[in-house]
Structure formats: C-alpha cells, structure tokens
C-alpha cells in the first residue's frame, strides 16, 4: 500500500503544479495548432501571399494590366515579360496580379453573403418547424434539384453579363447548401436541456436562437465557409470562361483562362492564371480542414 502511495504521489505533486501553471496564450495555442497541421499552415501562408499581393499589385507589377503593345504579342516567358504576353501584347504577370484584386474579394463577399442567408434561413427553419419548415426546405429542393453550375449558368445568361449578375447567379444557387446544413444541426441542439430549460423560463425565440442555439452551429458554418470561398471563386472563374462573368478587358483568372483557350501552342496564357486559381482554391481547402480539426472536440479529446 505504501509502495502504492509513493508512486502516485509524484503524479499528484505534476498535476498541482500544471493547475497552478499560466494557461498558454492564444497566440501560442495557434501556432502549436499550426506546427502539427502543415497544411493548414502553407494554406494559410499562401491566401496571406495573395491577400498582400492583391493589396500591392498597383506598386509590384511592372506594366499596366491593359496596356496593348503589338509589338509584344504572344511572346513566351522570359526575362521583360516573367508570364509572357497574350494576344494583344498585355503583361500576363501584371493581369494575374491585377486578377487578384478581383476573384478574391468576389469570393469572399460571395460566400459571406451565402452564408449569411442560409444560415439565417436553416436556423428559423430548423427552430420553428412546421409549415414554415416544410416552405423553406421546399424551396432549397427546389434549388437542388438542378445541378450547381447549369442553375448558375442559367441565371446568369438570363440576367445579362457583368460581374454583379455573375455574383447574384452563384449567390441563389450557393444558400441552399448552408440552409441544409445548419437545418440539421438545429434540430440536434434544440432537443437539449439546456434549450428546453431556456424554453421553460420563459426565454424568447429570438434570445435562444442567438445565445444558446447559434454559437454551437458556428463552428460548422466556419469550416464551410471557408471551404467555400475557394470554390466560389472556382465557379465564378467558370462563368467567367464561358463568358458570363467580367468583360474580356477585365483582368480576371478566368477571363484570361477562356482566352488563352483560342491558342493551345501559347500554353502560359492558360498555365499562370490557372495555376492562380489552383492555389487559391487548394489554400482555403487546407484552412477549413484545420478548422475542422480545431473545433472538432473529440480530435481535441485525443491530443490531450
């Protein structure tokens, strides 16, 4: 018994001294969390890359974006140009700088809105039920039941070519995902006690939904979001390849895509934009699984 003793009392006097311990600072949690996720670290250096380059394109890039020299058509890398140059003699490096400057604020005002909506949406659906329930997730059916790309195709063929009939294209067509999604959780929180004591004190509808039922689908709706600003750029640079997005003298990864298409031979007019959107969309993709991991309790449970 005493040999029993001795060995625990060690572990006692660690534990006492880890209680009395400073909790580590956010900062030091952060960057513990991104030495162990890799991926979630390069996806988060390269959106910084792009953000600061979107920031700082007026004062890095060495040409106007829309600047014609004929001169200059069609010439392959090298040293004047680092990208080439496209049909009409504009600087590809200048134009996918300057595209920075456009997808990404696009697609974080796309998928910030969407979200918005959906959430909004599933949240109210989810929590009242009943026939008003039944409407809203009818209309979401609705919505599903033609695939993304051609509904967003369609509305914006419909509406007419410009950026802002593209975004509100996407924007009917993305909600409904959120709306689902949160429609879900919803129905999971709102069976607990502690929402059906909140019930029973008389707490209103409002109150519940904001304090107690929203911030336990927040960290949800985070994860998809930011997955979703990768793709939502993905699909408005689609509509912008097929032509139903910017003007063709917009500098925008799609756009400069769709017209490198024309001369396969002059392959850096497709590669750099591309390779753009590529790193963009895998960036965001690698955030919101680390923020999956992060938020996901029972990972959490397993590192401790």
Same mark, same amino acid.
């Given at each position: 018994m005493n040999v029993e003793l001795d060995q625990l009392s060690p572990k006692v006097d660690q534990m006492q001294q880890a209680e009395l311990l400073p909790a580590p600072s956010w900062l030091k949690l952060t960057w513990r969390f991104l030495r162990?996720?890799?991926?979630?670290?390069?996806? +988060?250096v390269v959106i910084l890359f792009w953000i600061s380059i979107a920031i700082l394109a007026p004062i890095i890039a060495p040409y106007n974006p829309i600047a014609q020299v004929f001169k200059d058509r069609n010439q392959a890398p090298n040293p004047k140009h680092f990208f080439g140059t496209d049909e009409l003699g504009r600087d590809i490096f200048s134009r996918v700088l300057y595209g920075a400057q456009l997808s990404l604020p696009i697609g974080f005002i796309l998928i910030l809105l969407a979200s918005l909506i959906g959430t909004a949406v599933g949240l109210i659906s989810g929590y009242f039920g009943g026939w008003l329930d039944e409407v809203m997730m009818r209309l979401t059916d609705l919505i599903f039941a033609f695939p993304t790309i051609i509904l967003a195709m369609t509305i914006a063929a419909a509406l007419g070519r410009s950026i802002f009939n593209s975004v509100i294209a996407i924007l009917i067509v993305w909600w409904p995902a959120y709306a689902r999604t949160v429609r879900s959780v919803v129905l999971t929180v709102k069976s607990q006690d502690y929402i059906l004591a909140a019930r029973a004190v008389g707490?209103?509808?409002g109150w519940i939904m904001l304090k107690q039922i929203f911030p336990n689908i927040l960290g949800t %709706? +985070? %994860?998809?979001t930011f997955i979703d600003?990768?793709?939502?750029?993905?699909?408005?640079?689609?509509l912008s390849f097929l032509g139903l997005g910017p003007k063709p003298t917009d500098s925008e990864w799609g756009v400069m895509t769709a017209a490198g298409v024309s001369n396969l031979d002059a392959w850096w007019r497709t590669t750099f934009p591309g390779l753009a959107i590529a790193? %963009? %969309?895998?960036?965001?993709?690698?955030?919101?699984?680390?923020?999956?991991? +992060? +938020?996901?309790?029972?990972?959490?449970?397993?590192?401790?």
């Open positions: 162990r996720n890799p991926l979630t670290l390069i996806g +988060l707490a209103k509808s %709706v +985070l %994860v998809i600003i990768g793709n939502g750029i993905l699909i408005f640079s689609g790193s %963009v %969309v895998l960036a965001f993709n690698f955030i919101g699984d680390g923020l999956r991991d +992060l +938020l996901d309790p029972r990972i959490k449970q397993t590192e401790h």
